[in-house]
T-cell receptor, first 115, second 117 residues
C-alpha cells in the first residue's frame, strides 16, 4: 500500500458526460501528479500540482482540468467524454516538487470506461 | 522531441537467473532523470530504480541495477537472481530536470517480464 488513495476505483459513464476523479496524497506529500494509461496512448503524464499550484503540464487535453485543494487532495475533471478517454487514471504523490529527484508513490488508479 | 523506446515487448527468465531489459531514449537535453517502473498484475506502479544523468555511476537497488550509457542514450535494467514476484510489466521513463513549466515526462511502451519456475 503506497498511502495514496484514489476514488472511485471504477467508473462507467457515457460519451459527452463529465466525471471527477479524486486523489488523496500520502500524509506530508505536497505534490500530486496525474497520469493516463490507455491501450492506444500507453502511459502519459498529464499534470503536476505542488502545494495547490500548477507546476507543470504534460499531454493534458483542454477538456481535462485538475486542481489541488488546501488540504492537498486533488481532483481531475474530465468533460465531454469520448470513447478514447477510457483508460486507467493514476495519481501519484511526492514530498516536494523537485523534478525527477522526488520518489513518486502511485495510487491504485481509477478505471474509467466510456460507453 | 524526446522519445523512449523499449524494443522488447516481452522477455522470459528462469527463476534465479539474470535478465536485462533494454531501453533507449533520445533527447537534446543535458540534464535529466531516467527511471524504471514496475507494474505488476495489480496495476499499481512502483518505482524500481532512478538514475540522474549527471551521475556517471550506475544506480543499484538490491537485485536491480542499471547500465547507463549517456553517450549511447541507453539505459538498461538488469535483474539478478530473478524471483517469481518480479513478473510484471516494466516501463522505462525519461523526465526533464526542469522543475516547472512543460517539462517532459515520457514513458516507453513497456516490456512484459515472465519468470519461469
Amino acid at each position: 500500500d503506497s498511502g495514496v488513495t484514489q476514488t472511485p476505483k471504477h467508473l462507467i459513464t457515457a460519451t459527452g458526460q463529465r466525471v471527477t476523479l479524486r486523489c488523496s496524497p500520502r500524509s506530508g506529500d505536497l505534490s500530486v501528479y496525474w497520469y493516463q494509461q490507455s491501450l492506444d496512448q500507453g502511459l502519459q503524464f498529464l499534470i503536476h500540482y505542488y502545494n495547490g499550484e500548477e507546476r507543470a503540464k504534460g499531454n493534458i487535453l483542454e477538456r481535462f482540468s485538475a486542481q489541488q485543494f488546501p488540504d492537498l487532495h486533488s481532483e481531475l475533471n474530465l468533460s465531454s467524454l469520448e470513447l478514447g478517454d477510457s483508460a486507467l487514471y493514476f495519481c501519484a504523490s511526492s514530498v516536494a516538487g523537485l523534478a525527477g529527484s522526488d520518489t513518486q508513490y502511485f495510487g491504485p488508479g481509477t478505471r474509467l470506461t466510456v460507453l | 522531441a524526446q522519445t523512449v523506446t523499449q524494443s522488447q515487448p516481452e522477455m522470459s527468465v528462469q527463476e534465479a537467473e539474470t535478465v536485462t531489459l533494454s531501453c533507449t531514449y533520445d533527447t537534446s537535453e543535458s540534464d535529466y532523470y531516467l527511471f524504471w517502473y514496475k507494474q505488476p498484475p495489480s496495476r499499481q506502479m512502483i518505482l524500481v530504480i532512478r538514475q540522474e544523468a549527471y551521475k556517471q555511476q550506475n544506480a543499484t537497488e538490491n537485485r536491480f541495477s542499471v547500465n547507463f550509457q549517456k553517450a549511447a542514450k541507453s539505459f538498461s535494467l538488469k535483474i539478478s537472481d530473478s524471483q517469481l514476484g518480479d513478473a510484471a510489466m516494466y516501463f522505462c521513463a525519461y523526465r526533464s530536470a526542469r522543475g516547472s513549466g512543460t517539462y517532459k515526462y515520457i514513458f516507453g511502451t513497456g516490456t512484459r517480464l515472465k519468470v519461469l519456475a
